[in-house]
């Protein structure tokens, strides 16, 4: 085996397991987490945060599926210095693997707070026995590892998720609590936020190097892109599931102190002992599935894009990867808070690359000059809104709104002065 094989499963993978491992590397504990508690706390409106990777997958599959397939590379920095240069490439190497860091640090995270009610052990020691568990599963066989672990996970979770709302809803009621209108529903969770994130979510996902991994293991550009149309479907309707399960824990009076403990609080009351068990597996297999997949594409970007090493042998990706997974846990523990917005924050250099990405792929005329200066707009004004407007000044608002526009047109302006 050489490391095309161990980090791209030899670019043969057919559509139902790409699908399937699509669907398992977005669909995760942390983003079901910090949803299905936006259904505890804002009731049915919660309902519209689904479609942020409906709108945000299918924009995807629509613009770069068979372009990253075309392509073919090791990892998605690659394009950057076929594209733009060596220069280039390196930087968003280091961006990336910096930002995929952050992601997989907060799934860690979220994987010990739902782990903690069954063992109740110390945070440090209950996330070092998980990633450990995870590692030794996956770290031999590279992709074709990950991807047979994520058709397993993708079948129990296709089973799981309704039975999860069947037993909310034969939870036995604690109190009456008043209903909320459609005003009220949208104070807890505003429009403004739901949109912002849509728009956030299709120019990040672009770029997004474990997904540009996966579609590039394709067996062809066909595949690629029916895989990631069925795949933003079918995540649309489990991420709707977890929410409407919060939402029935909602109006059955439930109590909680903190509404990210939603999920977890249903899997240990609502469902029978037999199934309880079960659920604990197949939480940890979505974990596992999302984290080994991050992993694996920060591997690419150390090997394929950062070190640039030509060495074939296996080993040095096992080394990149156990590297990966130890500072994703330290932290884990050290530095990650509320799930949802640091999710979010990490996506800020993600969307700055949005412009270079896309003129990259669709525009002669995009230049280097064009590229970096959309890169620094992009990266400054997001910076700027997170520390002026803040989490709840709703940063992400005019991150979007603005920002996008500015990335775009920063990048039509830099490129058409270099060409006169």
């Not at 599963?137 to 397993?152: A, C, H, N, P």
């Not at 977890?264 to 939480?283: D, E, G, R, V």
């Not at 959309?374 to 603005?402: D, K, P, Q, R």
Request: charged share 10%; aromatic share 16%.
């Amino acid at each position: 085996m050489n490391n095309i094989d161990y980090l791209l499963a030899s670019r043969h993978t057919k559509l139902f397991p790409l699908i399937a491992t699509l669907v398992m590397t977005e669909f995760n504990t942390a983003t079901l987490i910090s949803f299905s508690s936006l259904g505890y706390l804002a009731s049915y409106w919660a309902l519209a945060m689904p479609f942020i990777f409906l709108f945000g997958l299918l924009f995807y599959t629509v613009t770069v599926a068979k372009k990253w397939k075309e392509f073919n590379g090791i990892s998605v920095a690659q394009f950057f210095a076929v594209r733009y240069g060596r220069r280039l490439e390196l930087i968003v190497a280091v961006v990336l693997f910096l930002a995929m860091l952050g992601f997989s640090s907060v799934y860690v995270k979220s994987l010990a707070l739902l782990f903690l009610p069954l063992f109740k052990l110390n945070p440090w020691g209950l996330s070092a026995i998980l990633v450990i568990t995870i590692l030794f599963l996956t770290i031999r066989g590279g992709l074709r590892s990950i991807i047979t672990l994520d058709m397993f996970s993708f079948a129990f979770v296709i089973i799981f998720f309704p039975l999860l709302v069947y037993h909310s809803y034969r939870l036995p009621t604690h109190a009456i609590l008043p209903d909320l209108n459609l005003l009220q529903m949208q104070k807890l969770l505003p429009l403004k936020f739901v949109i912002s994130l849509i728009i956030l979510t299709m120019f990040s996902y672009i770029i997004a190097p474990w997904y540009g991994q996966k579609i590039v293991s394709a067996n062809s550009p066909k595949t690629a892109y029916f895989a990631a149309l069925i795949a933003a479907i079918v995540i649309f309707i489990l991420y709707g599931l977890g929410i409407l399960a919060c939402i029935i824990l909602r109006s059955k009076g439930v109590s909680l102190d903190n509404r990210e403990l939603g999920l977890p609080y249903l899997i240990y009351n609502a469902l029978p002992s037999s199934l309880q068990k079960i659920s604990y597996i197949i939480l940890f297999f979505i974990a596992a599935s999302t984290l080994t997949g991050v992993w694996n594409a920060m591997v690419t970007l150390l090997v394929g894009s950062i070190l640039k090493t030509k060495s074939q042998k296996v080993s040095t990706s096992k080394v990149c990867m156990l590297i990966c997974a130890v500072a994703a846990y330290i932290i884990a523990n050290t530095f990650i808070d509320n799930i949802l917005n640091k999710m979010i924050l990490f996506n800020i250099p993600i969307v700055a690359f949005s412009f270079a990405l896309l003129a990259g792929f669709y525009w002669k005329g995009a230049s280097l000059t064009g590229a970096y200066l959309s890169i620094i707009v992009g990266i400054m004004w997001g910076c700027f809104c997170y520390f002026h407007f803040n989490e709840n000044g709703l940063y992400t608002w005019y991150w979007a709104i603005y920002g996008v526009p500015l990335i775009f047109m920063t990048g039509f302006l830099g490129s058409s002065l270099e060409s006169v």
